[in-house]
């Protein structure tokens, strides 16, 4: 099943496999394997999750992807 969205915060909590793609022409740039839903599933709690220090890393990554930046340091930092 797909699912299309805009959002990366709904995309990381919804998918198992998420799938960056490029402007005109669509192309997929990166993929990432996430099982942020599944721990929604087996704990309840979104704001845990979402909170979570990798949540927050594989968030600001993919966004620095889609912005053409470099991922914010803060972020990643706290997953280490």
Do not use: W
């Not at 496999?17 to 022409?25: A, K, S, W």
């Not at 192309?27 to 990432?32: K, L």
């Amino acid at each position: 099943m797909f699912f299309i969205t805009h959002s990366v915060e709904e995309a990381l909590f919804l998918a198992t496999h998420l799938v960056v793609m490029t402007p005109q022409p669509g192309r997929i740039s990166h993929q990432y394997e996430v099982d942020f839903g599944r721990r929604f599933i087996a704990t309840r709690n979104a704001r845990t999750i979402k909170s979570a220090p990798d949540f927050i890393r594989v968030r600001e990554e993919v966004l620095a992807v889609i912005q053409h930046r470099e991922p914010d340091a803060n972020a990643i930092a706290l997953d280490g």
